[in-house]
């Protein structure tokens, strides 16, 4: 990688606190689980981390409890060589959790208390400026608070940065940023809310497509929709391109989208054209699902080259 080649995340750090259960219980309820396990995690540094296992030369930019689960997350990015020079400590918030139920098909949902996460404020981006200019890609999400990620946005357009936008938790406010991103990259139900509709609607190919065309007249330059284990749709104003779905064994669901995003940089920073950056992160995405937790799950280069070997050999 040239030196030249930086992927910047801005966004939530958050621990992982995961267990196994046949269904969700009702209020008021207690159900027996198991499997229970600590992990790394928040979009942020699961993305920023993604990038960094494929090779990329990565800065995290966040917000952290003075607590143990801030020391852990701190070792662990450090570990990782990614630059943590710009993570500020809180004092007064705990560092952010994520509580993840996983299913016996393996497919989550997640509650997470943002924590320290809400302290990275607006302020901060203009004290970032050198830091976002020294960047080729800028990533943002959503666990951090939207008047820090438009500021943060709009500071890295003017600066001509390559923007994607992972508009997760999305929620309706989300469609304001649109005109400052370069890619938007949601799933399909992130899609429906920036799109007013209901998370929980099943859409065709071609809705999605509509709603994706829908998005791109707000500034974007592209809209990559991921749709789990259906092929990936890269919308732009010029072509709708189907990138095929990599069929694996899922053990769990969960960092998939982030390590898709983190990869998708990392290949925009390496100089791939849109179409095959997407299809990289394709392999990623899958390539995380056949592994358990996220961090350990994120492919290094070298697994992951060797997983779209196997796969391009089938």
């Not at 979009?43 to 930019?61: E, P, Y």
């Amino acid at each position: 990688m040239s030196n030249h080649s930086k992927v910047l995340s801005i966004g939530s750090y958050n621990v992982g606190l995961t267990c196994r259960t046949g269904r969700v219980p009702s209020w008021g309820e207690t159900i027996i689980g198991s499997g229970f396990f600590e992990s790394y995690g928040g979009k942020g540094s699961n993305q920023a981390v993604a990038a960094a296992k494929l090779g990329g030369d990565v800065t995290f930019v966040g917000c952290i409890g003075n607590d143990k689960y801030g020391d852990d997350g701190l070792d662990m990015l450090n570990d990782l060589n990614i630059n943590t020079s710009h993570v500020l400590r809180s004092d007064d918030r705990s560092t952010g959790v994520g509580i993840i139920l996983l299913n016996d098909d393996n497919d989550n949902c997640i509650i997470v208390d943002l924590g320290a996460n809400n302290e990275l404020n607006p302020a901060y981006m203009e004290e970032l400026k050198s830091v976002i200019a020294d960047a080729d890609v800028v990533i943002f999400q959503l666990e951090i608070p939207t008047e820090t990620v438009i500021r943060g946005m709009n500071i890295a357009k003017r600066l001509g940065k390559t923007i994607i936008f992972n508009p997760a938790p999305a929620n309706a406010e989300a469609v304001k940023l649109l005109p400052y991103a370069t890619i938007v990259n949601p799933n399909e139900s992130e899609l429906l809310i920036l799109s007013g509709e209901s998370s929980d609607k099943e859409l065709t190919e071609e809705q999605t497509v509509h709603l994706a065309r829908q998005l791109l007249e707000k500034g974007p330059e592209a809209i990559i929709v991921t749709r789990g284990e259906k092929d990936c749709l890269l919308v732009t104003a010029e072509k709708t391109v189907i990138v095929p779905s990599i069929s694996v064994q899922a053990e769990d669901t969960t960092g998939a989208g982030d390590t898709f995003t983190g990869a998708l940089a990392l290949a925009l920073t390496e100089g791939k054209e849109l179409e095959d950056a997407t299809r990289f992160a394709s392999y990623a995405g899958a390539y995380c699902v056949t592994k358990k937790e996220v961090v350990p799950a994120i492919p290094t280069r070298e697994e992951l080259n060797q997983f779209i070997t196997q796969k391009n050999n089938v």
